[in-house]
């Protein structure tokens, strides 16, 4: 399993983006696709998480701030991020997993300043 992520970039306080992340490959044994982050200096986060059935899991800090979609169809998960804060600036990487497997995307850098 592949998994290719983009949409990051450098977006202001208070502004929005939308990431994306695309698998290819053996995709039906994927479960649980998400995303986690990790920030300068700290270790990687979860972030939001989707199961194939719907089941979302968010980290409290972005509660409210981010949404976490799916298209099964098309093997992609999405994260809509809004009012975004500078403490939110990490490389965002995407997951997959199932069938006893885990799988990462290359990540994509989110940076939020003024």
């Known amino acids: 399993v592949q998994l290719q992520a983009s949409g990051g970039g450098l977006v202001q306080p208070g502004g929005s983006l939308r990431l994306s992340c695309a698998a290819s490959?053996?995709?039906?044994?994927?479960?649980?696709m998400g995303w986690y982050r990790q920030a300068p200096g700290k270790q990687r986060e979860l972030v939001a998480t989707m199961t194939r059935g719907g089941t979302t899991n968010y980290a409290d800090s972005v509660k409210g701030r981010f949404t976490i979609s799916r298209d099964n169809a098309k093997s992609t998960v999405y994260l809509q991020m809004n009012s975004l804060e500078p403490e939110d600036t990490a490389v965002y990487y995407c997951?997959?997993?199932?069938?006893?497997?885990?799988?990462w995307g290359q990540g994509t850098l989110v940076t939020v300043s003024s």
């Open positions: 490959g053996s995709v039906f044994s994927i479960n649980v």
């Open positions: 997951n997959g997993n199932g069938m006893g497997f885990n799988y």
